[in-house]
């Protein structure tokens, strides 16, 4: 990482905006090691606090910038604003960091606001002198809140606030800090240095690996005694076995008791079912015999009836017959006189839709003829309009003429404005060029007012006929008319001196810039007069244009007036539009006119028409009334002689009801033979079923009986006594079973559970293994935060720093170096040369803890080049507890670091310092507890 620009403004005593540009020539001149000076208390160390709050919102002096009440320690009093920026360059590119803090308003007595920061990056080209040009701005984050901005820095410098002030920013009371730290905060340091913080992953990894292992391997332990506790012993076992035979055993013969009682039961129920059967048949032989008579008699009644309506059916035939004649006949007739009703009606329709037809027709010409009668009205009130057309033509022709008159009298105008502006130009030219020419004719007065005779001579012997003498003015030189008294000189003596040749060529000046001026004088006024005959002319353009203007604008409204309209420029548009739309409604009127003629020449011959058809139509409605009242009469008759002979009713449908009368009557008979014949077999099969039960009840009753004898039933007849007994037998059937049942499952269960324990063990074994290695790496290498390893490693890599760091010691004194306490630790101590044993860093001087400070500085500083490049340093104090040799050295050690690219930069107000650096930036104090900086590349 390298700074190169830094900004601020309003920081405790540096009051204003300011910036210091480290790329500035005069520093890579100087080695870039500069020296950073001033009275303590000026403001030295701000410069360390901007770079801080730039970057993290914070400084060594001041943990966190107060949003409150509290107030903000490093806004300069009496401001209302603070800011620092930092422009800096890493591996990920080039970015500004800003931080900034405001109080409400801007005021100075305002309440503070929340601090805001933004990083942004910068992409562009470099130029020969390390300004970024053609660059492209990216906002990467912004927000508010120190925790927020600490964060998005480290994410792109690698580094910490704290990393950064030990390793670039040694600033005040934590120059030794490095020394000072305990084993795993130098390991922090160092990792993120050095790019080994993945051992710190690894060591945390290995922590959670055996956290996880060990949480496993417990709960495998437990399942395993857990799983032990329920396996029978050998002994259970056997026994468990014992009673599952006597079970079995006892279950069998329960079962086989249960059997013989089921059957002696099965015997009762069949025995009872016979009996109640024969009983059922003896019923059904009486409701048989009943049944059987029924049928016999209902089936003579039958025959009866049948014979009765097939009588009754041959009488019906002859009635029959002269009736369907009757229905023939009135049909008929029913067909005529439907015909001559539909003539009658269609008649008097015809002759009602006439009727009405020639009263719409009145109506509807009487509403042509009004309609007529005012269009007629509004035509002949405005007879003018039909001109309309003809006029628009004209005045769009008067129209366009007058835009061209009134673009040309613009024209004019703009013409002669413009003139006269080039005129009043002109004008003051002339007037300055005469202005000139005054002076210069006071300069020649002034000439030679001192020696006006001697001059004279001179300019006499220059004069020409016709050219204004410079003293007088005058056209003719006699001599006489300059006023000058007449001396005796030498002409040749005066013209040949040096004083006359200087005259000469001043008087030739002046007199050629004179001729100048009159020559544009003269100009001037030949284009005034020009410019004057021109604004003349194109006045009287303006005047005729405009007249042309007002003529055809009166010849417009002349030809308005028959409409008592007037036009101008503003209405001109309006009046035409309004003239179109009487013409629109002129000819909207003509077209209504004709329409409506039409319309009524029409309607009253269609009227006509219809009153000529209207007594042919009265004639054959009379005719269709006459013939409709003859049919009716012959309807009339037929229909009342047949409802006197068979009434309404319907003669197929009598007939049809006879039929099937008789057919029902026939299907009747045909059922109760067959219900008599089914009563007779039915009797017959009763029988036979009677005498078969009576066989199979005596044979179920001996089998039964030999049943009882052999269970030795006590009382062979009492069934109530068997159920209780096969009852009982079944609950000790059921208890026994339930009891096998549960002995089984424990035999089961048993089974599963070795089986399981089998499995389990062999899981604990392979675990109890992994545990062991785990255990044993975790406690080498294993912590939460994974930081044992880290330190392990870091130890290795410190050897490396020791040796860089008594390198850099060695350069500044050969008295100290610095040894390692103990192998793979970061503990390590001064060994001094005055001393047989080594020192530890707390017994140091404070001049001994600066020079170890700075070596492990200039060590970091090379190490770290690895993974985070520090391209920057910078010191505050320190120096004043070093002097003499030891003092020199330790400057001739930092002017080293330029060989490596890297800036350093040294706050102090030790004087051997300040003289040993050339390059040199002032914090010097002002008024009013202020400050201002002295140096290069501030602003």
């Not at 300069?76 to 604003?81: A, I, K, N, V, Y």
């Not at 059904?284 to 049944?291: H, V």
């Not at 507890?929 to 002295?934: E, P």
Request: proline fraction near 1%; aromatic fraction near 6%.
């Amino acid at each position: 990482m390298r700074i190169t620009k830094l900004e601020f403004e309003n920081l405790n005593s540096l009051k204003g905006k300011w910036s210091i540009d480290f790329t500035h020539p005069d520093y890579a001149r100087n080695h870039d090691i500069f020296v950073i000076h001033g009275p303590t208390g000026s403001g030295k160390t701000t410069l360390l606090d901007a770079i801080t709050l730039a970057l993290y919102g914070r400084t060594p002096r001041l943990e966190a910038i107060n949003n409150g009440e509290g107030g903000n320690e490093i806004m300069t009093r009496g401001t209302g604003f603070c800011r620092a920026a930092v422009t800096y360059s890493c591996k990920k590119g080039v970015f500004v960091s800003e931080f900034e803090q405001r109080r409400a308003g801007g005021k100075s007595e305002g309440n503070l606001q929340k601090t805001s920061f933004k990083i942004t990056k910068i992409d562009g080209e470099k130029s020969d002198l390390g300004e970024l040009f053609s660059s492209h701005e990216e906002v990467v984050a912004s927000g508010s809140g120190g925790a927020n901005f600490e964060k998005e820095t480290q994410k792109i410098i690698q580094l910490d606030y704290k990393q950064f002030c030990r390793s670039i920013m040694l600033a005040q009371g934590e120059f030794s800090a490095f020394l000072e730290s305990n084993a795993r905060e130098r390991a922090e340091i160092l990792e993120k240095l050095t790019g080994t913080e993945r051992y710190r992953a690894i060591g945390k990894k290995i922590a959670e690996k055996f956290s996880e292992i060990k949480k496993n391997f417990q709960l495998m332990k437990s399942q395993k005694e857990e799983i032990e506790s329920l396996i029978l012993s050998e002994d259970d076992e056997k026994k468990t076995a014992a009673k599952e035979s006597e079970i079995e055993k006892e279950f069998s013969e329960s079962e086989k008791n249960l059997s013989l009682l089921e059957k002696e039961l099965s015997s009762f129920d069949e025995i009872e079912k016979l009996k109640g059967e024969s009983k059922n048949i003896t019923f059904g032989l009486s409701e048989s015999e009943k049944k059987l008579c029924a049928a016999q008699e209902n089936a003579a009644s039958l025959k009866e009836q049948l014979e009765n309506e097939q009588k009754d059916f041959e009488n019906q035939q002859i009635l029959w017959k002269r009736v369907r004649e009757l229905d023939v006949k009135i049909t008929s007739e029913q067909k005529n006189f439907i015909e001559a009703k539909k003539r009658k009606s269609s008649a008097e329709d015809a002759l009602c839709e006439s009727e009405k037809k020639i009263a719409f027709l009145t109506e509807k010409i009487a509403g042509l003829e009004t309609s007529l009668s005012e269009v007629e009205k509004y035509l002949c009130e405005n007879k003018n309009d039909a001109k309309i057309s003809e006029a628009a033509a004209k005045i769009g022709a008067l129209k366009n003429s007058f835009n061209q008159a009134k673009n040309s009298a613009s024209s004019f105008l703009k013409q002669k404005s413009s003139l006269e502006a080039e005129l009043s130009k002109v004008i003051l030219q002339k007037e300055e060029g005469e202005e000139e020419l005054k002076k210069i004719d006071e300069t020649i007065k002034s000439f030679v007012s001192g020696d006006a005779v001697f001059i004279a001579k001179i300019l006499q012997a220059q004069l020409r006929d016709g050219n204004p003498c410079p003293v007088c003015g005058s056209i003719y030189h006699s001599g006489e008319n300059c006023g000058i008294e007449a001396k005796s000189f030498d002409e040749k003596e005066i013209l040949g001196s040096e004083h006359a040749v200087k005259i000469t060529q001043e008087s030739s000046n002046l007199t050629k810039k004179r001729e100048e001026i009159v020559s544009k004088i003269n100009s001037f006024a030949e284009k005034i007069s020009s410019l004057e005959a021109e604004i003349k002319n194109a006045g009287e353009n303006l005047s005729s244009q405009k007249e042309n203007c007002k003529k055809i604008l009166a010849e417009i409204n002349e030809t308005l007036s028959i409409w008592q309209k007037s036009a101008d420029e503003e209405n001109f548009e309006s009046v035409l539009s309004e003239l179109r739309i009487r013409f629109q409604t002129w000819n909207q009127k003509t077209e209504l006119q004709t329409s409506f003629t039409n319309e009524k020449s029409a309607k009253i011959a269609e009227k006509n028409t219809i009153q000529e058809n209207l007594s042919a139509q009265k004639e054959n409605l009379e005719k269709a009334r006459f013939e409709f009242e003859q049919e009716n009469q012959v309807l009339q008759k037929l229909s009342g002689e047949r409802e006197e002979l068979f009434g309404s009713k319907n003669v197929d449908s009598e007939e049809k009801q006879k039929n099937q009368k008789i057919t029902g009557l026939r299907k009747s008979v045909e059922a109760a033979e067959r219900e008599q014949n089914e009563a007779k077999e039915e009797k017959a099969a009763l029988l036979a079923k009677k005498s078969q039960l009576e066989k199979l009840l005596s044979e179920k009753e001996a089998s039964l009986q030999n049943l009882l004898e052999e269970s030795g039933a006590k009382n062979p007849n009492n069934k109530e006594e068997i159920v209780a007994k096969r009852n009982e037998l079944l609950l000790q059937k059921e208890n026994l079973k339930s009891n096998l049942i549960e002995i089984k499952t424990k035999i089961a269960t048993n089974e599963q559970n070795k089986e399981r324990a089998k499995k389990i063990l062999s899981e604990y074994e392979k675990l109890q293994a992994d545990y062991g290695t785990w255990e044993q790496m975790n406690k080498w290498a294993g912590t939460r935060e994974g930081a044992d390893l880290s330190v392990f490693v870091q130890s290795l890599a410190f050897n490396s720093l020791l040796t860089l760091a008594n390198n850099n010691l060695f350069g500044i004194t050969k008295r100290y170096s610095v040894v390692q306490k103990e192998p793979s630790s970061l503990e390590f101590e001064i060994q001094d040369i005055y001393f047989e044993k080594p020192r530890s860093v707390v017994n140091l001087s404070g001049g001994e803890k600066f020079l170890v400070s700075l070596s492990f500085a200039l060590a970091i500083s090379e190490f770290a080049s690895k993974n985070v490049r520090v391209d920057s340093l910078f010191l505050d104090e320190g120096f004043g507890t070093l002097s003499g040799e030891l003092l020199t050295e330790a400057i001739n050690a930092l002017k080293n670091l330029q060989k490596q690219g890297k800036m350093l930069g040294i706050i102090t107000h030790v004087q051997d310092v300040i003289n040993e650096i050339e390059q040199k930036i002032e914090v010097k104090p002002v008024s009013l507890g202020h400050s201002v900086l002295l140096g290069s590349g501030i602003n």
